[in-house]
């Protein structure tokens, strides 16, 4: 396992990690045959391809994990194949704006469509649209029964629902999902999601999901090795960011028991001793930055209270919230020269 891709994954692991693993076709393959859509069937994921680049708008940069695929689409009594755009999105934490975020991608798709046709045509005469068919993957902790209608964000929606712009995309639910379901039907994407699912469960019978989910991986196709070291790694990287310091060694020690040959058990022994070294050296780091953004929050307050007096409350909570580095020098540059606490910029 390349050292570069470990480093992605621990990077915001809760989204990071999960995108990376949509980056194999195999994966994306997986997710979709969860939804049980009909549509899906006609899906070609054999010929996936990437659009490279980012639809995320400027105000949603630092919180968005989006993928954009493209692949054939081959309903029957169709006279041409047509390109169907899959946009993936992956929350760990529910969102009351993304029906607005989901139109505003879909949106963005189709201007990059119209942008590619007028390279070749003078005018969008003739111009027809590529579907786009969002799927949204949550798999965080909290209760989130639907996405919602972007209706619902509109004061007085009711009166307006005619002329508001609807949208129903895939909604993937891990929480709500039956074990069993992702099983039978999610592949090996699938068994993996079943150790997100069950990250919080008391030690024991997390180790026991360990176990199960390892032992399907080891059945994966002798050509799908590259995936499976990935899906591992990615259990791995689970255990040292879901679980406690304490709890690791023993449930890491439960993925290499269900190795079910010996070989495969030398390959998990040697991830796992890859995986640790990687780990510890990335969590040292990881400690040293927070230790620098908590002094440097405990450095603004001190400085915003010896310059303007009592420091509101909600701006108190706002600093002592900030994990970005680069905001807390911003705001300390501003305050050295701020004629007011407003001046500085900081919204509680």
């Known amino acids: 396992m390349k050292r570069s891709w470990q480093r992605q994954m621990v990077r915001r692991f809760p989204e990071n990690g999960i995108k990376l693993l949509l980056e194999n076709r195999r994966n994306v393959r997986d997710l979709f045959l ?8 006609l899906i070609d994921f054999l010929h996936l391809k990437f659009v490279r680049g980012t639809f995320v708008g400027r105000d949603y940069r630092q919180v968005e994990s ?60 003739g111009l027809r649209f590529q579907p786009v068919l ?15 209608d972007l209706v619902d964000l509109i004061e007085l929606g009711e009166r307006f629902r005619k002329i508001t712009p609807t949208m129903k995309p895939l909604f993937v639910n891990l929480p ?15 068994q993996v999601l079943r150790a ?50 304490a709890e690791q060694p023993a449930l890491l020690e439960r993925i290499e028991a269900a190795a079910g040959t010996d070989q495969f058990r030398r390959e998990l022994m040697a991830m796992g001793q890859t995986g640790s070294e990687f780990h510890r050296a990335e969590g040292r780091k990881e400690g040293e930055k927070r230790g620098e953004i908590r ?3 405990e450095a603004l307050l001190e400085f915003l ?4 007096g009592e420091v509101p409350a909600p701006v108190n909570a706002k600093v002592k919230g900030t994990r970005d580095i680069e905001q807390l020098k911003t705001w300390s540059q501003r305050a050295a020269t701020a004629e007011t606490l407003a001046d500085v910029g900081i919204d509680g």
């Open 34 to 41: 969860l939804t049980e859509e009909e549509i899906v069937s």
């Open 66 to 125: 989006d993928l954009v695929l493209t692949a054939p689409y081959r309903p029957e009594g169709v006279p041409r194949r047509l390109w169907l755009y899959l946009l993936l999105e992956h929350q760990s934490e529910p969102d009351a704006l993304m029906p607005l975020r989901l139109l505003e991608y879909v949106v963005q798709i189709f201007k990059m469509q119209q942008r590619e046709w007028l390279k070749q045509h003078r005018s969008v005469a």
């Open 305 to 308: 209270q010896g310059r303007f």
């Open 134 to 148: 969002p799927l949204v993957l949550y798999t965080g902790t909290e209760r989130w029964e639907s996405l919602g």
């Open 176 to 190: 709500a999902l039956p074990p069993e379901r992702l099983e039978s039907q999610g592949g090996s994407f699938g």
């Open 196 to 245: 997100v699912r069950g990250r919080k469960l008391p030690v024991a019978e997390f180790g026991g999901l360990l176990e199960q989910v390892t032992a399907k991986l080891e059945d994966m196709p002798a050509a799908e090795r590259m995936r499976r070291q990935e899906l591992l790694s990615y259990l791995h990287a689970l255990v040292y960011h879901e679980r406690e310091t």
């Open 295 to 297: 002094a440097r929050r």
